[in-house]
């Protein structure tokens, strides 16, 4: 049962922590919907650049119909053209037709009647001999042996031409053949017309059969073996920059890639999975009744949706990065700034929100999520540079773990080695640790939160204010000794703060050190009370005054906020009860004394840590005026002093339980019985003849 009794929430309040609320998860939805994997954009298409590396987010093996008819154009271009076998009648008539142009040549020639001009046209006109008028009148000038010579070596030309095959795509070929075939002793000018003669009628004697070609094309087409293509989950599909091609679209179709998500459909499935974060997330606001600040807010939500959008940023389209990025940074960082609870439950959300979407989105959350986890359990309060270390080494092995569990069956799923994973996750714990402790300790300033290590340096003897204390109130400063450590055992078994408790005890009387004298314990033996000669009220001004004093100082010398509390609260709003006591006896009506002229400030105790500094003062302070000499007589005294600030209302506001006030009544009598434990009674030891007194005599006490 908690003794603080909780006022119910203002409807303000309400209202300010659920629109804060809305603000950060309708971030995180437009997150969700414009950046990452999920955003709505037309599918890709032959000739487009491909934005990333698309990765395959399954397992598949399919025949490509695209690479298949690719490979069967290339066979069938291979086989070409079929042709029928040789045909020597082709070439007979051909030197037949040239044999019927020599013969007309020859009547021109011998035509006594027809002009020269007429004659040269009528040359001219012979297909398909394309003579030009040169050699047109170059051959009706010819000598008749010439021109004999010219008839014999056309006709036998070409038939050494027409011998060999000849298909139509290389009857130039075939020409070109022609003047190598003549005699050397021909003279150029006889070459000529034979030349022009012969090519007029080379033609093809191997003819092209469409038929037989279909057949053999069909027939190569036919076996061609179909080409199935095979990816991994997370293997590249298409490597970022490259040109796409059919094969590259074929491949994005049959893995559903290609499918164009609509606005509606990733505002609908990020809505939903937002709705459902996000209703965590109040819940536990609500139910826990955590009001945090207005600077604790930003801080939450702002830091959550940067990671995060810096993430789907970068990590799409990559296969190692995703492995590499800190994820556990943000719950290590809640969990410093707002405890290891608050840790557990916005890490989570921080993973499964960052993270969805994309590939191999089980393994990936499964990977961080639990290494946060681990490792907000494994760094505690965070207070020794070797709890970081530890962090760091918990969630390496646990991540290396989740590697193993997901790809032991498949260590090369996306191309990438098992080993570089491995590195990945050692570089990642290692980077979000680090990262973790530079943005605490940047941080916790600008949310009034003191980190272990300003704690340890603010304990240091040498600090300042401690010293200003120790010379100038050195009772006063062995009396804030000996309550840290009451205060810090009973905070260490209520597993409330302990370091928090032991520095805010050495500094909760400070203010004694401003008038030192008016208080007992830094009074030397035998010098007068210079409380004599004050009234109870002006003597309990004073007494209540370290409080203001304190506070002033712990400013000055810039203090935490948090350990001013110290100073304000350990007092609460109880009464000076000695000088109290002596007004109402110095008092002619006791009723006209007014106790809040005898009452400290307060504020009582909020927190569990100044409610046990309270205890424990009171609990010291009472024990060394009393003396207590058995431990019935500490555990009475302890018992009654608890019991008090109970019944005064003094801890209505601080979070602690019967339980707690069992357990810090239980420490205290521990402390305080090795504070004053019964020593023994050493006897006296007459002094021989020369020496000094003895030890005895000295005034010292057994210390063992």
């Known amino acids: 049962m908690m003794l603080a009794v909780h006022s119910p929430r203002p409807w303000r309040a309400f209202t ?44 598949l093996e399919y025949v490509s119909e695209v690479l298949t008819r690719q490979q069967q154009e290339a066979a069938v271009a291979a086989v070409g053209r079929v042709y029928d076998p040789y045909n020597p009648y082709i070439g007979r008539q051909q030197i037949e037709r040239l044999q019927a142009a020599l013969a007309y040549i020859d ?9 020269l001009e007429q004659k040269i046209q009528d040359l001219l006109r012979m297909d398909p001999v394309q003579l030009t008028p040169s050699q047109a009148r170059r051959l009706l000038r010819l000598s008749d042996e010439a021109w004999l010579r010219v008839r014999q070596q056309a006709v036998q030309v070409l038939a050494q031409v027409m011998q060999e095959p000849i298909r139509d795509d290389y009857v130039d070929n075939a020409r070109l053949t022609i003047p190598a075939r003549l005699p050397l002793d021909l003279p150029p000018d006889l070459a000529d017309l034979v030349v022009t003669l012969a090519s007029a009628y080379v033609a093809p004697n191997v003819r092209y059969n469409p038929q037989r070609t279909a057949q053999a094309q069909a027939q190569a087409r036919a076996n061609v073996t179909p ?59 609500f139910a826990t009744r955590w009001n945090p600040s207005l600077r604790e807010q930003l801080t939450l939500s702002v830091t959550f949706v940067g990671l995060m959008a810096f993430a789907r940023v970068i990590l799409p389209g990559q296969a190692v990065l995703p492995y590499l990025y800190p994820f556990a940074l943000y719950g290590l960082l809640v969990a410093l700034l707002w405890g290891t609870e608050r840790g557990l439950l916005f890490s989570g959300l921080f993973s499964l929100a960052s993270l969805y979407g994309f590939p191999r989105g089980l393994e990936l959350t499964a990977y961080h999520g639990l290494a946060a986890w681990a490792g907000l359990l494994a760094l505690g309060r965070g207070e020794r540079l070797s709890a970081f270390m530890r962090t760091g080494l918990t969630m390496a092995g646990v991540q290396s773990l989740a590697l193993l569990a997901f790809r ?24 979000a640790t680090s990262l973790a402790l530079l943005a605490y300790i940047g941080l916790a300033p600008a ?51 302990p370091l928090l408790t032991r520095v805010g005890a050495l500094y909760h009387d400070v203010g004694k050190a401003e008038r030192p004298l008016f208080f007992i314990e830094n009074r030397p033996p035998g010098m007068p009370d210079p409380h004599q000669n004050l009234t109870p009220q002006e003597s309990s001004a004073i007494i209540r005054a370290h409080v203001t004093d304190g506070l002033r100082l712990a400013r000055q010398h810039r203090l935490p906020k948090r350990l001013q509390d110290f100073i304000a609260e350990h007092h609460g709003t109880t009464i000076t009860r000695y000088q109290y006591a002596q007004a109402l006896k110095q008092a002619k009506d006791p009723s006209e004394v007014n106790p809040d002229e005898f009452r400290y400030p307060g504020p009582k105790p909020r927190s569990k840590e100044t409610a046990i500094l309270m205890l424990a003062d009171g609990c010291e302070a009472r024990a060394r005026a009393e003396r207590p000499d058995s431990i019935d007589a500490i ?53 021989r003849s020369g020496e000094g007194s003895s030890t005895d005599e000295r005034g010292e006490q057994n210390r063992g």
Do not use: C
């Not at 659920?18 to 032959?46: D, E």
């Not at 009547?107 to 002009?115: C, E, L, M, S």
């Not at 179709?253 to 937002?274: I, P």
């Open 16 to 59: 300010r922590q659920g629109l804060w609320l809305m603000a950060w998860w309708g971030a995180v939805w437009l997150l969700l919907v414009r950046v990452g994997p999920l955003r709505a954009t037309p599918p890709l298409r032959v000739g487009d650049v491909a934005p990333t590396d698309i990765l395959a987010p399954t397992a």
């Open 107 to 115: 009547a021109v020639r011998q035509d006594p009647y027809t002009p």
């Open 227 to 285: 080409v199935v293509r095979t990816f991994r989950a997370g293997e590249i599909i298409v490597p970022r920059g490259k040109v796409l091609d059919e094969a590259d679209i074929e491949a994005l179709e049959k893995f559903g890639l290609l499918k164009q998500r609509s606005v509606w459909q990733v505002a609908l499935a990020s809505a939903s999975l937002t709705a459902t974060l996000g209703g965590l997330s109040a819940l536990y606001v």
């Open 408 to 431: 032991t069956l498949d260590p090369v799923a996306d191309g990438q080695p098992l080993g570089l994973l491995l590195l990945a996750a050692l570089s990642s714990s290692g980077v």
């Open 447 to 497: 949310l009034d939160r003191i980190t272990a290590f300003h704690l340890l340096d603010l304990a240091r003897p040498d600090h300042p204010l401690l010293q200003y204390l120790l010379q100038r109130a050195p009772g006063t400063y062995q009396h804030s000794l000996l309550v840290a450590n009451l205060a810090e055992q009973a905070a260490e078994r209520i597993d409330a703060d």
């Open 635 to 687: 555990r009475a005294l302890v018992h009654d002093q608890i019991q008090r600030r109970v019944q005064e209302g003094q801890l209505d506001d601080a979070p602690l339980t019967l339980q707690d006030l069992q357990i810090i009544e239980e420490a205290f009598v521990d402390v305080l019985q090795g504070m004053y434990h019964q020593r023994i009674d050493y006897p006296k030891i007459p002094p």
